[in-house]
């Protein structure tokens, strides 16, 4: 199935049955707020960028279409995933300016967590968990 | 109840075969395959086991992945959106074969069965990556209780766990995550050193005591901090692991004012002295991290698992510091243990079964792979065209001691292969420790390797004292000890006074520990070279026909298979195929 094909009849089927510009406002909404949540709870940059992206997504549909559509017709043929392809852009077409404006605002000087004393963490309970790929 | 652990699809790909918790069989597929490192569904390995055991496929009950792929995706994600706008070129690399294929991998998994075994498995386990390190260090080690340290790479996001197995249960004490890494680390200097990434740090290893580590604290000061608690923390920035396809970043560079070495050029005292550096500055964080295991744990024994515990240098120290009365190193410490561990996990953690400890551990001296029969051997001596001699074992111990003493190099080729990256008398070449030049002759003529690597001895149980100095014998060469006459053997002596010394026990390896007294008897010592059987970059032989083929194309005076014995001298036909070795990809 072309990328394209796949991405539109994603977006046939609506997952509330609200009108479109609501349930994306709600979608952003609730996006950008577990990533505030999550960045206040972790001081990790990491979900902020992710929400942001989510939302950022959600509101620019048209234009998501249109790169989806050129990026279909020009990468498509070479890496046979359109998976690939929504990565790539969410990536590299969205993260971007948004880490450079990070950066740049001296909001983020690395995204990585600096501990001061130690960089031991307790294990999770997922590690005895043979049933689950993660 | 059989079990199947399975590590593929990022290096050293490897099977083993658990039967009510004994271990029937392990191999690396690389061994079969022939290309070093494979990191291919390993197919012939899990076809060898099921012939060990004289099962099909479908006889398997459980089937045993070593990682959870999709907590390594998870992690691989979060460092390109971590490190974008950079790391395209890595994102778009690696991407697509996760996407299309590992990603899925449970999918991908079956469909290899199907495809070389149609077979179908209802169901596929999927063990931690650190867990399947940690069960197959402490469940085949002779402890009822340890503390278990992990040290690798990475795996999904552990880079370094501490352990406590007790009995049947192993319980997770604490992690440090990716992107701090000490197998990242050194696997770093490795590159910055010009030797390859995942083969070469053994090399990195044995140039260190050629140099001065005058650049510990350099190290210390900017790119590792090693906490109190024993913990460390990376500055990232002097790495390109995160978004590069090579390791090192130009901050590294700069740092130390000197390129990367490029392979094959000469090695100059300043990458000599970086590798004692580095070497140091792992030594430090090993003990740190030990001396805090012991703390949390008090345990009086330590078992070692995941590639960094293949440093044997950190592992001798280790030793001699005494933060642990006993120390048990997996002789397949890296991933291709994994398939090892997490069969053992599965058998003991999800399955509940209760554990009997073996007082000398349950690896069977590591001879976990294949072995072949006196009409397997002939058939490929007579396919060669080779004249021989088939001997009674006695006979062939006294005329292969006999060889040895002459200053002859012998390959010998007996009983079951190695499971894990050293050989250990199955699959080794032998050397005369005594004769003059046999360093450099074997590195440059047999073994096509750069000449300042040192040759491991091997020593019997009962003569260690006299030779070597550290208190622990260790029969997998996995600790470094201090030679008592450093002027005795200079071919196993390295240049600080240490040896990579294996220690042969009557019980577990009969036929070598007798080889050995029959050299005693000519020599006055029970000592001998051994190294692995392959040149560079070759995997070590596995088949007769490999045997074969080393054996024709080097300075090999003669080969013993079982009691077959084939010299040089009795086949002058044999003409060298001088560019035999060339196949193989330098590592």
């Known amino acids: 199935m072309s990328s394209f094909v796949w991405i539109k009849n994603l977006y046939k089927h609506d997952p509330l049955p609200l009108p479109r510009n609501l349930t994306r406002a709600c979608a952003a909404a609730i996006s950008i707020s577990l990533g505030i949540f999550w960045y206040y709870k972790t001081q990790n940059f990491t979900p902020l960028i992710v929400s942001a992206s989510v939302a950022t997504v959600t509101f620019i549909k048209p234009l998501a279409k249109i790169f989806f559509y050129v990026l279909d017709l020009v990468i498509f043929s070479v890496f046979h995933t359109m998976t690939l392809l929504t990565l790539t852009f969410v990536f590299y077409f969205l993260i971007t300016p948004l880490r450079i404006i990070l950066v740049v605002s001296k909001k983020s000087d690395s995204f990585y967590r600096k501990y001061d004393k130690s960089t031991i963490d307790e294990m999770t309970a997922e590690t005895y968990d043979f049933e689950r790929m993660f | ?587």
């Open chain 2, 1 to 587: 109840m059989r079990i199947l652990g399975i590590s593929c699809f990022y290096h050293d790909s490897a099977a083993a075969l658990l039967e009510d918790g004994v271990i029937v069989a392990a191999a690396q597929e690389e061994r079969f395959s022939r290309v070093k490192g494979d990191e291919r569904f390993p197919t012939d390995s899990i076809r060898f086991c099921l012939d060990q055991a004289g099962i099909s496929i479908d006889q398997v009950d459980e089937i045993v992945f070593y990682e959870k792929p999709l907590l390594k995706f998870e992690r691989i994600i979060e460092t390109y959106l971590n490190v974008v706008p950079a790391g395209l070129i890595s994102y778009l690399t690696a991407m697509p074969s996760w996407l299309q294929k590992k990603l899925n991998q449970k999918k991908l998994l079956k469909s290899e069965f199907k495809k070389n075994f149609n077979f179908t498995p209802a169901h596929i386990f999927f063990s931690a990556h650190h867990l399947s390190h940690a069960a197959s260090a402490f469940y085949a080690s002779p402890f009822e209780k340890a503390a278990v340290l992990c040290l690798d790479g990475v795996g999904e996001w552990a880079t370094t766990s501490a352990w406590l197995g007790d009995g049947s249960k192993l319980k997770s004490l604490w992690e440090i995550k990716f992107p701090h890494s000490l197998g990242l680390l050194y696997s770093t200097f490795t590159h910055y050193c010009g030797f390859k990434i995942n083969s070469g740090e053994y090399k990195l290893m044995g140039l260190a005591p050629f140099g001065k580590p005058i650049y510990a604290d350099l190290i210390k000061q900017k790119i590792i901090r090693l906490n109190p608690d024993g913990s460390y923390w990376l500055d990232t920035t002097y790495f390109g692991y995160l978004d590069d396809l090579v390791s090192t970043t130009k901050k590294f560079e700069k740092l130390f004012q000197m390129p990367t070495r490029k392979p094959e050029s000469a090695l100059t005292d300043f990458y000599k002295d970086v590798s004692a550096s580095i070497q140091q500055v792992l030594n430090e964080a090993v003990l740190a991290l030990a001396r805090r295991l012991k703390q949390d744990t008090g345990a009086d024994s330590i078992c070692l698992a995941g590639g960094v515990a293949l440093n044997c240098v950190a592992n001798g120290l280790l030793v001699e510091q005494n933060i642990f009365e006993k120390i048990w190193v997996q002789p397949a410490a890296g991933d291709a243990g994994g398939a090892l561990g997490a069969a053992l996990a599965l058998h003991y953690l999800k399955n509940g079964h209760q554990r009997i400890i073996n007082k000398s551990d349950d690896m069977q001296g590591a001879f976990l792979g294949p072995d072949f029969s006196d009409q397997q051997i002939e058939n490929c001596l007579r396919k060669f065209n080779l004249k021989f001699e088939k001997l009674d074992e006695e006979i062939t111990l006294a005329a292969t001691a006999k060889m040895l003493s002459e200053s002859k190099i012998v390959g010998w080729f007996q009983g079951r292969m190695e499971y894990g990256p050293r050989a250990l008398g199955s699959r080794s070449i032998l050397g005369n420790p005594l004769a003059a030049n046999i360093k450099s002759n074997m590195n440059l003529k047999i073994k096509f390797r750069e000449s300042f690597r040192p040759f491991a001895p091997i020593v019997i149980d009962e003569q260690y004292d006299r030779y070597f100095s550290l208190r622990l014998k260790n029969e997998y060469m996995l600790l470094i000890s201090k030679v008592k006459d450093t002027d005795l053997m200079p071919a196993i002596t390295h240049v600080d006074g240490t040896a990579r010394v294996q220690t042969i026990f009557k019980q577990k390896n009969k036929k070598l520990y007798r080889l050995l007294q029959h050299f005693e008897k000519l020599s006055g010592h029970a000592v001998l070279i051994n190294t692995s059987f392959n040149v560079r970059s070759e995997p070590i032989v596995c088949k007769p026909e490999d045997a074969i083929n080393c054996f024709l194309n080097t300075d090999i005076d003669s080969v013993v298979l079982g009691n077959f014995i084939v010299t040089k001298m009795d086949n002058p036909q044999i003409k060298r195929d001088s560019k035999w070795h060339e196949q193989f990809r330098l590592d």
